[in-house]
C-alpha cells in the first residue's frame, strides 16, 4: 500500500502570491496535484497546507486528508514531517511530491509506483538531474520526519545511495513554478 503526501505549504516566495491556486488549463495547481496522485493508484493522499480558506475550499472536492502547516516558515522539512507524521500505519511507502510541478500526472505516480521494491527509494530523473516526486520505502519514514528548514527528501536518498531506484522521465516533466512566467512557459 502506497500512500502520497503532497506539499503545498510553501511561502510561494518567487511567486509573489500565493501560485498554487493559480490556473492551470481550468484548475488550480495544488488540485490538479492532488487529482493526479488519487488517479495514480496512491491509497491515501495528505496534502499539507497552509492555513488559507481558499486553499480549503479548491481541495474541498477531493477525498484528502488534510494537514495543516502554522508554520510554513520553518521550511519543506517540516511539511514533510507533517505530512509523513500524518500517514497511515498500514502505509508500506510514501510518495512525496510538490504541488507546483503542473505536468506530474497519474501515468507519472503510476510509473514510480511500479519502480518501487520494498527497502526502495525511487527516484525521478529528468534529462541530467533527479527531481520529484521520490517515493519512500517505510523504513525512511523516521528520517523524514526529522527533516528541519529548506532541506527535502533529496537529503534523505543521498544518505542512501544504495536504496536508490532511478526512473528515467522526459525531461518536460520535471519543469515546476516558480515564477509567474514559468506558467506561461509550460507546454501543453
Not at 518567487?14 to 495544488?30: I, M, N
Request: net charge negative; proline share 7%.
Amino acid at each position: 500500500m502506497i500512500a502520497g503526501v503532497l506539499l503545498g505549504a510553501g511561502e510561494s516566495r518567487r511567486f509573489k502570491g500565493q501560485k498554487l491556486l493559480e490556473l492551470w488549463h481550468g484548475e488550480a495547481l495544488v488540485a490538479r496535484a492532488a487529482r493526479s496522485m488519487l488517479g495514480g493508484g496512491l491509497s491515501q493522499v495528505v496534502v499539507v497546507i497552509p492555513k488559507d480558506p481558499a486553499m480549503r475550499a479548491v481541495l474541498s472536492h477531493l477525498q484528502l486528508t488534510l494537514v495543516e502547516n502554522r508554520e510554513p516558515e520553518r521550511g519543506i522539512g517540516h511539511s514533510i514531517a507533517l505530512g509523513v507524521g500524518a500517514l497511515p500505519r498500514s502505509a508500506e511507502a510514501a510518495l512525496l511530491a510538490v504541488a507546483d510541478q503542473p505536468l506530474m500526472d497519474e501515468q507519472l505516480i503510476r510509473q514510480l509506483c511500479a519502480a518501487y521494491v520494498p527497502g526502495a527509494i525511487v527516484t525521478p530523473r529528468y534529462g541530467s538531474h533527479p527531481g520529484n516526486p521520490r517515493l519512500f520505502d517505510r523504513r525512511y519514514f523516521a528520517e523524514l520526519k526529522e527533516l528541519v528548514g529548506d532541506v527535502g527528501g533529496q537529503l534523505v536518498a543521498a544518505a542512501h545511495p544504495e536504496a536508490v531506484i532511478e526512473c528515467v522521465l522526459p525531461e518536460r516533466l520535471g519543469l515546476d513554478v516558480d515564477r509567474p512566467e514559468d506558467l506561461f512557459g509550460l507546454p501543453g
